[in-house]
Structures are given as C-alpha cells and as structure tokens.
Nanobody, 124 residues
Framework: QVQLVESGGGLVQAGDSLRLSCAAS????????MGWFRQAPGKEREFVAA????????RYADSVKGRFTISRDNAKNTVYLQMNSLKTQDTAVYYC?????????????????WGQGTQVTVSS
C-alpha cells in the first residue's frame, strides 16, 4: 500500500533551520506531484509548498516564500522541505501529500495520499 513517512521535525529556536523529508513507497513516485501542508492547534490545515513530478515547477504559500524550499529526489522517492529563518508562527504539524496529476495544487482535498505528520516547534 502507499506510505508517506515524514521525518526531520523537532524543537528549534526562531531563526534556525530544519529540513523535513518525506519518503514515499507503494506508488510510482515520479508520476506524482507532491505537497507540504501544515496544521497548527485549533487551525485548519494550510498549504505550504508543492512541487511537480519533475521538480521543474514549484509553488509556495506567501507566508513561507523566500524562506522555505521544496525539492525532490525521484531516485530516492523522497521530497524535502528546507525551512530557513523559522518563526514561531511556523509551529505546526507538517504533512506531506501526493497528488496523481501533472499540475500543482494548494487544496488539501485534491491530494490522494497523506503522511502521518511531523511536529515542528519554533520557540522564541
């Protein structure tokens, strides 16, 4: 079956960096666009970034543009989220998701598969 497993979360201070990874199995990874979403306590799940199957196209939420970078390694079936200049408002559970189309999407309901999430906590 399809599995998406996130890792790399943790507790950091404001201004620090983290790199999240999402390892995929059970699907033809290079046929999927991938996305990162996050959900803070009491808030709805929100879009963070997405990347096309080839890695040639990316899309970011305004709140992370210029600080976060999404990338993928199709040989390793892994998508990454490099997070720099972290802010306390970046604190959330981060999820990766897979979308079986060629286009990018910021809408959670359009994604086909989800990981279990990894906690990122940014302290001031």
């Amino acid at each position: 079956q399809v599995q998406l497993v996130e890792s790399g979360g943790g507790l950091v201070q404001a201004g620090d960096s983290l790199r999240l990874s999402c390892a995929a199995s059970g699907l033809t990874f290079s046929s999927y666009s991938m996305g990162w979403f996050r959900q803070a306590p009491g808030k709805e799940r929100e879009f963070v970034a997405a990347i096309s199957w080839s890695g040639g196209n990316t899309r970011y939420a305004d709140s992370v543009k210029g600080r976060f970078t999404i990338s993928r390694d199709n040989a390793k079936n892994t998508v990454y989220l490099q997070m720099n200049s972290l802010k306390t408002q970046d604190t959330a559970v981060y999820y990766c998701a897979a979308l079986a189309t060629l286009f990018l999407s910021a809408k959670p309901h359009e994604y086909d598969y989800w990981g279990q999430g990894t906690q990122v906590t940014v302290s001031s």
